[in-house]
T-cell receptor, first 114, second 119 residues
Framework: DQQVKQNSPSLSVQEGRISILNCDYT??????FLWYKKYPAEGPTFLISISSIKDKNEDGRFTVFLNKSAKHLSLHIVPSQPGDSAVYFCAASFSGGGADGLTFGKGTHLIIQP | DAGITQSPRHKVTETGTPVTLRCHQT?????MYWYRQDPGHGLRLIHYSYGVKDTDKGEVSDGYSVSRSKTEDFLLTLESATSSQTSVYFC??????????????????FGPGTRLTVL
């Protein structure tokens, strides 16, 4: 049973517009959520995170929103740039940061169109 | 750059042979992890370590063993490789960061990966 779900395998967005990537989770005990970006043949790169005590965290062009009642989080990228084309993974942990390991979604392939 | 290296970066082997993958870190982080990534599955935790000689199983540990005899090295061993273990393997370490708002948390940083093919 998948505890972290990314239901869109791919997403195409025009350069300069907003990209919104979605993630749902089923386990209410998750208390820390992270987004990773992955290029082909490289390891995942940490992008942004949010604690369950917050509903928003912002870092430059990237904002993560958390809706605990809906068990849903989203990553907003504004404005989208060609270098943002990558696979994005949503991840969650129980232990305030992943000491016991992270649970990942299957990823969303974001394609930024010129 | 979290100072993580993985070796080898690519390996092709045959079914039934033993394989060991190495993860090396340079900054004395306590927690280390092994994940595998497969199409349609995202990343899944195999094993992790919380100190020298201290390890625990993850979601997909069957067929794998690990060892950590010193802080900087975390080894993943496939005792008898099978075709289902063809995958990309990522090592990670956990670093405590202070969020701009909220408590300190542990964030995982990943190595470059090892692509293993079992024929």
């Amino acid at each position: 049973d998948q505890q972290v779900k990314q239901n869109s395998p791919s997403l195409s967005v025009q350069e300069g517009r907003i990209s919104i990537l979605n993630c749902d989770y089923t386990n209410s005990m998750f208390d820390y959520f992270l987004w990773y970006k992955k290029y082909p043949a490289e390891g995942p790169t940490f992008l942004i995170s949010i604690s369950s005590i917050k509903d928003k965290n912002e870092d430059g062009r990237f904002t993560v929103f958390l809706n605990k009642s809906a068990k849903h989080l989203s990553l907003h990228i504004v404005p989208s740039q060609p270098g943002d084309s990558a696979v994005y993974f949503c991840a969650a942990s129980f232990s305030g940061g992943g000491a016991d390991g992270l649970t990942f979604g299957k990823g969303t392939h974001l394609i930024i169109q010129p | 750059d979290a100072g993580i290296t993985q070796s080898p970066r690519h390996k092709v082997t045959e079914t039934g042979t033993p394989v060991t993958l190495r993860c090396h870190q340079t900054e004395n982080h306590r927690y280390m992890y092994w994940y595998r990534q497969d199409p349609g599955h995202g990343l899944r935790l195999i094993h992790y370590s919380y100190g020298v000689k201290d390890t625990d199983k993850g979601e997909v540990s069957d067929g794998y063993s690990v060892s950590r005899s010193k802080t900087e090295d975390f080894l993943l061993t496939l005792e008898s490789a099978t075709s289902s273990q063809t995958s990309v393997y990522f090592c990670a370490i956990s670093i405590r960061v202070k969020l701009t708002s909220g408590p300190s948390t542990d964030t995982q940083y990943f190595g470059p990966g090892t692509r293993l093919t079992v024929l």
